[in-house]
């Protein structure tokens, strides 16, 4: 069972900020969800590879070569606040 | 019929005899638009001058004689998690409500190069995270057929845009059938290529394992036009397959002769809406009746999918979201203490409740103590579904059952019900998981509202699902129900 505690933990490692509405709705639902998940608890899987990825993935490697990329007026014109050339954030520490 | 009702190579053919022009085509698309998005609201944006520039070009190359491609200038609608340079791409959610990408993506700039002319970005379920488009952060959608009820999600927009006549085609997102379900209840053509097939770079990612952009059309042969113009290897997304172009429409050959189809047992169970599963058996006849041998098989692994899915996209999505923090783009609250209570504050503003469950979910599974139990159990299960298609697929040339359980609900009627709505997915969600093709095909009514088939082939073997659908197309009336949209009248 999640309790509301768990709910709380997670939303700060997701950060997110919860109403206690939200809280009690989550706690509810996310304890539905999980249950229905327990239902992969039955099947033996101890000899089963995990598939992260469906297809034979390697490794994608390039020329290390300049190509082409976006200007700083375009990389910034979508930042909520800037100064100068830098998104600029409220203070860290 | 009207030039709307169209399909593109209709349209196109009459280009090329210049019985009409590209701008007559983008004039009365924008008029059925006027006339009837009020009560669909399949977009977010419209891009009328866009469409008008592209149509003017076309007719401009017409003039000089030049030769056009099967695509130009036609009218298409773009989901809105797809960017797109200079035009906002919102991914229906408040967090991006004022994101202008500073680059497009490739399939998009694919759609672009073919000539086509964008009509407008089109509505969703937040982050492609529903399965009705009632998760939009800004309204819902409404279904052609019966405006009170969902046109099906996540790419609810696009298959409502096409369905309604307010677009010729369109391109959607599939995860875990968010093409697939609402082409089914929009009584369209919606297909999921292989994973791998598109290039996912400019595509909002939610569950990246998973996630696959692929075409609404009203009937099979538009759909192979789609696919030549999308489809192909891309250097900027390192799991884009490197495979030689095919044409597609070569495989636009009315003959199923021999083909040899499995119906798991799994996906006709209970929880099937038995007037839903006699479509079914009705285009399971029909294709005997081809010449096609369909016999009964067995996923047993079919159950499993739905959490299996559930625990991946959400673990996937909870990392993939993270990127929205108020820093370079997207929503920031004012007034934030310090940065942590500012990624808090503005997260909880911009995301919406379905989308801030799966984060929380994926949070979660992904959390120290419970991966093993949740994300990695369902890793492993994921194996034993894939091995269930390979073993499927050494027996047959093609899987088939319904796209959903049953034809669109009413708007309303599953919002409190997380689980309930996931069901809704439950026929979709193992293509998704095992990264194979698979295309909702209409195959009847039920109560004057369309039913879907689901066409399910090997990887990369888009080519045979093409074959089959044409053939079904040819030999019933299927592509042609939509026409019988009387919703919006």
């Known amino acids: ?93 | 019929m009207e030039l709307f009702q169209l399909t593109a190579h209709r349209l196109h053919g009459m280009l090329t005899k210049k019985e009409i022009s590209a701008s007559e085509i983008t004039s009365e698309v924008f008029k059925r638009i006027d006339r009837v998005e009020e009560k669909v609201k399949s977009f977010i944006t419209q891009t009328r001058e866009h469409a008008e520039a592209a149509a003017a070009n076309t007719d401009r190359k017409i003039a000089a004689g030049e030769k056009i491609g099967p695509l130009e200038g036609i009218p298409v609608a773009i989901k809105d998690n797809m960017c797109t340079e200079g035009i906002l791409t919102s991914c229906a959610s408040k967090i991006l409500n004022k994101f202008v990408p500073p680059y497009t993506a490739t399939a998009v700039d694919k759609v672009y190069a073919a000539g086509m002319a964008l009509v407008g970005k089109t509505n969703m379920d937040e982050f492609a995270m529903g399965s009705s488009t009632e998760n939009s952060g800004f309204f819902p959608t409404h279904n052609p057929w019966d405006l009170e009820r969902v046109p099906g999600g996540s790419s609810g927009g696009s298959a409502a845009a096409v369905a309604a006549g307010e677009a010729i085609v369109a391109l959607g997102s599939d995860t875990g059938g968010s093409i697939r379900q609402p082409a089914s209840f929009c009584g369209v053509i919606g297909m999921k290529p292989t994973y791998g097939a598109v290039s996912r770079y400019g595509l909002v990612a939610y569950a990246s394992s998973l996630d696959q952009i692929g075409p609404f059309t009203k009937d099979v042969t538009d759909m192979a036009l789609m696919l030549n113009a999308i489809c192909g290897h891309d250097p900027l997304d390192s799991t884009s397959a490197n495979l030689k172009q095919s044409d597609y429409t070569k495989a636009l050959v009315n003959d199923i002769k021999g083909l040899k189809i499995g119906v798991p047992k799994e996906y006709l169970a209970e929880g099937i809406d038995p007037q839903v599963k006699e479509r079914i058996l009705e285009a399971i006849n029909k294709l005997t009746s081809l010449g096609a041998y369909v016999e009964e098989t067995s996923m047993p692994h079919t159950d499993y999918a739905m959490p299996a899915y559930y625990l991946i996209a959400t673990a996937e999505a909870s990392s993939n979201l993270a990127r929205y923090d108020g820093v370079g783009y997207g929503l920031r609250v004012e007034d934030a203490e310090d940065v942590i209570d500012m990624y808090m504050r503005s997260r909880s503003l911009g995301f919406g409740t379905e989308v801030k469950r799966r984060i929380m979910l994926g949070t979660y599974s992904l959390s120290a103590g419970y991966y093993d139990a949740y994300y990695l159990k369902a890793l492993k299960v994921r194996t034993l579904i894939k091995q269930d298609f390979d073993r499927a697929f050494e027996k047959y040339d093609l899987l088939l059952s319904p796209t959903s359980p049953s034809t669109a609900f009413k708007i309303g009627e599953m919002v409190n019900d997380p689980v309930q709505m996931y069901l809704q997915d439950v026929c979709t969600i193992p293509v998704n998981l095992a990264g194979i093709p698979a295309l909702s095909l209409p195959c009847g009514l039920v109560n004057n509202l369309p039913v879907g088939l689901q066409l399910m082939g090997k990887a990369f073997d888009e080519g045979t699902l093409l074959r089959a659908a044409y053939t079904l197309e040819q030999n019933t009336d299927y592509t042609r129900l939509w026409s019988e949209v009387k919703g919006v009248e």
């Not at chain 1, 509810?28 to 992260?52: C, F, G, M």
């Not at chain 1, 700083?72 to 520490?93: H, S």
Request: net charge negative; proline share 5%.
């Open chain 1, 1 to 93: 069972m999640i309790s509301k505690q768990d709910v709380e933990h997670v939303a700060l490692l997701g950060r997110l900020e919860l109403s206690d509405e939200e809280k009690e709705l989550y706690t509810e639902q996310l304890n539905k969800i999980l249950d229905a998940a327990r239902a992969l608890q039955t099947l033996d899987t101890s000899s089963v590879p995990p598939t992260a990825h469906v297809l034979p993935i390697q490794n994608v490697f390039r020329e290390d070569k300049v190509g082409e990329h976006i200007n700083l007026e375009e990389a910034l014109a979508n930042a909520p606040e800037r100064e100068d050339n830098f998104f600029k954030v409220p203070k860290i520490v």
